[in-house]
């Protein structure tokens, strides 16, 4: 499997229902980030957890990371069908060689459709 | 201001056409990407500008080029492109450098959806 699977793939919910998408990485990280993006728009920056975090929050957003298992999960709690869009998980690398821009490596992302 | 602006919003081309996509930020950033995407997958990095300078070239094919003409501006110029080509060419900006830049946090424009004929 490819760095940054996700998991599901395609989820459907109903308004007022939490939804959960989860994130599988391979290498180290500095940090880990969500994006949102709404069909054949750009992405859109949700959150960032560091490498050293363990939960955020933003709003109805939820973030967890366990760098043990090299996981991340993404949590809309209340979720409204404003939020029906393609979510991405996305990897910045630990970076020894000390720049300070670089690659986001992208999960495979969750079509979350949040019905009204 | 917050914004990436990337111009055409669609763009049908012939394969022995040369056209240009252009992307525009005022964020002070100093670092530009070039992404294809294709219908239901993840953006895939296509270049990396740090502070006008080329630093990521992903073995794209020689029929995408890329220019930076300023710290502002990066264009895509197109030429003798494939019909599996055609996809969403998205433009990404970042602080590039500091503490912010550390962070790679990444502000895309709405993109250019390309049909190649």
């Known amino acids: 499997s490819q760095q940054g699977e996700e998991d599901p793939q395609a989820l459907s919910i109903q308004e007022g229902e939490n939804a959960t998408m989860n994130c599988s990485y391979k290498t180290s990280i500095n940090n880990l980030q969500w994006y949102r993006q709404n069909s054949g728009r750009g992405l859109v920056h949700l959150i960032l957890i560091r490498s050293n975090e363990r939960e955020k929050h933003s709003g109805r957003l939820r973030v967890t990371l366990d760098t043990s298992k090299k996981s991340s999960s993404l949590l809309i709690t209340a979720s409204r069908a404003a939020d029906t869009a393609s979510y991405f998980c996305a990897t910045a690398g630990s970076n020894a060689g000390g720049t300070s821009y670089g690659k986001l490596t992208f999960g495979q992302g969750t079509i979350l459709t949040v019905h009204p | 201001d917050t914004e990436v602006t990337q111009t055409p919003k669609h763009l049908v081309m012939g394969m022995t056409n040369k056209k240009s996509l252009k992307c525009e930020q005022h964020?002070?950033?100093?670092?530009m990407y070039w992404y294809k995407q294709k219908a239901k997958k993840p953006p895939e990095l296509m270049f990396v500008y740090s502070y006008e300078k080329l630093s990521i070239n992903e073995s794209v094919p020689s029929r995408f080029s890329p220019e930076c003409p300023n710290s502002s501006l990066l264009n895509l110029h197109l030429h003798a492109l494939q019909p599996e080509d055609s996809a969403l060419y998205l433009c990404?900006?970042?602080?590039?450098?500091?503490?912010?830049?550390?962070?790679?946090?990444?502000?895309f424009g709405a993109g250019t959806r390309l049909s190649v004929l």
């Open positions: 964020m002070g950033h100093r670092a």
């Open positions: 990404a900006s970042s602080h590039g450098s500091g503490r912010a830049g550390a962070k790679n946090i990444q502000y």
